[in-house]
């Protein structure tokens, strides 16, 4: 069963910076959907982010302009740039991996923590 692990979370102010990674415990071919997810308390998870094998990516609204995803094939890893951070913006941060096969995975989560 393949594992993903995300790292790069803590605590920053508002106005500043983060970079998320999430890495699959072994590799995984045929990758289609790369994703962002995140959970703050008391609310649904939501996704952020997403970028395609092909390399188009979708933004929620809400860090269109502040936050930009990418993908290292090679390394099957997905990235998470986040900046101009905002108190709204903490909250647990998922990374998900789709196949064209089917392979549906999730990260444990990474914290991540605005302060105002």
């Known amino acids: 069963q393949v594992q993903l692990v995300e790292s790069g979370g803590g605590l920053v102010q508002a106005g500043g910076s983060l970079r998320l990674s999430c890495t699959p415990s072994?590799?995984?071919?045929?990758?289609?959907?790369m994703n962002w997810y995140r959970q703050a308390p008391g609310k649904q998870r939501e996704l952020v982010a997403t970028v395609l094998d092909g390399g188009s990516t979708n933004y929620a609204n809400s860090v269109k302009g502040r936050f930009t995803i990418s993908r290292d094939n090679a390394k099957n890893t997905v990235y998470l740039q986040m900046n101009s951070l905002k108190p709204e913006d903490t909250a647990n941060y998922y990374c998900?991996?789709?196949?064209?096969?089917?392979?549906?995975?999730w990260g444990q989560g990474t914290l991540v923590t605005v302060s105002s």
């Open positions: 998900n991996f789709q196949t064209h096969w089917g392979l549906n995975a």
């Open positions: 072994r590799s995984i071919f045929g990758i289609n959907a």
